[in-house]
């Protein structure tokens, strides 16, 4: 498995590296750095994106367990950290992040439910959005093909997504439940809490219509700010975009880049989606890859403090634990 990662990694950069040389480093670099110390102010508007997307997930849990905004706030920027950095195939975030609610007081099935149907919520989101993206380009642009090769790809990807709600609906995590329950006294960091009654506990979070509304709202929403972050991004490096324009990108490339889950941090994958669909609306293949990079920057600028915050924060669990006074055998 670590081979496979390190294989998929190394190709990722090589792929990156092999973009960036063909159209010339130096004209690359260029790009890249004409946006500045805008790359401080597009960290600062994706806090805006992760709070709505932190409301999506608390929209899912409140009725259960009632928490600050800022406790999901903080717990989404660690998930996304971990997801964005870290080779674990866009879910190993997701399990600190239900883990960091678990050891606040969720408890291990509510925070595990939450966790489960918020990333389904998202998908579904995403889902949605890359069809709008599809819709936009079919309707701007004079060459339909890649449009439709999208779509077609799209509705491909579709059933997998019901089915994976309907293996949800039919027990598949009872069995993740069993597994969890057995590894649960043999590791001291699983044990956050009881994880019986995850099962149950998705399907009532399936069962609240209305949470479920709320949070794919917010979800979308944090999908359509992702817009204003391509256009901010552009802005600062000197090349006017229009909304639509920047709606298809943003939207078809995040598609793209979901679709190379596999690869860690999709790399090679992101720069491939900016350049294909960057370059249709009049982005030079340079300007194309530099807005990809300064993607990355951001996501270095909000991911190492988020990583950094996530060790701290178990270190301080670890030394309380530590320091707890064991009971005396009888």
């Known amino acids: 498995m670590k081979l496979a990662v390190a294989f998929f990694a190394l190709l990722g950069l090589a792929v990156v590296t092999l973009l960036i040389g063909y159209f010339g480093f130096g004209t690359v670099g260029a790009a890249f750095l004409s946006a500045g110390w805008g790359m401080v102010v597009i960290a600062g508007y994706h806090v805006v994106s992760l709070g709505c997307a932190a409301m999506g997930w608390r929209a899912l849990v409140q009725r ?62 995403q889902f949605v959005f890359s069809l709008l993206g599809v819709a936009l380009l079919l309707y701007v642009s004079a060459e339909k093909s890649l449009g439709w090769s999208v779509a077609i790809g799209l509705l491909i990807f579709a059933p997998l997504l019901v089915g994976f709600v309907v293996a949800q609906r039919m027990g598949m995590f009872r069995l993740l439940e069993r597994f969890l329950l057995k590894l649960e006294g043999k590791s001291s960091w699983l044990s956050v809490g009881n ?5 149950d506990t998705i399907l009532d979070r399936y069962g609240d219509r209305r949470a479920l509304v709320r949070s794919f ?18 802005y600062f490096m000197g090349f006017e975009l229009g909304f639509l324009e920047a709606a298809i990108i943003e939207s078809l490339a995040q598609a793209v880049r979901s ?31 530099g807005l990809s990079l300064v993607r990355r920057v951001r996501q270095l600028l909000i991911g190492i403090p988020g990583l950094i915050a996530w060790q701290i924060s178990e270190g301080q669990r670890l030394v309380v634990a530590r320091r707890r006074p064991t009971m005396p055998p009888d």
Not at 195 to 199: A, P
Not at 222 to 227: F, N, P
Not at 265 to 288: K, R, W
């Open 217 to 234: 709202f917010f979800h979308l929403l944090t999908w359509v700010l992702g817009i204003g972050e391509v256009w901010l991004t552009a």
């Open 259 to 289: 679709a190379g889950f596999v690869i860690p941090g999709s790399l090679g994958v992101q720069e491939g989606g900016y350049l294909l669909f960057g370059t249709m609306f009049g982005l030079s293949p340079e300007v194309a890859l």
């Open 195 to 199: 994880v019986s009654g995850l099962h």
């Open 64 to 125: 259960t367990w009632q928490a600050p905004f800022l406790l999901y706030l903080w717990a989404r920027w660690i998930r996304e950290s971990v997801n964005g950095l870290m080779p674990v195939g866009q879910v190993g975030g997701d399990i600190v992040g239900a883990r960091l609610l678990a050891i606040r007081g969720a408890g291990a099935a509510v925070a595990g439910a939450g966790a489960v149907v918020d990333k389904t919520v998202e998908v579904f989101s």
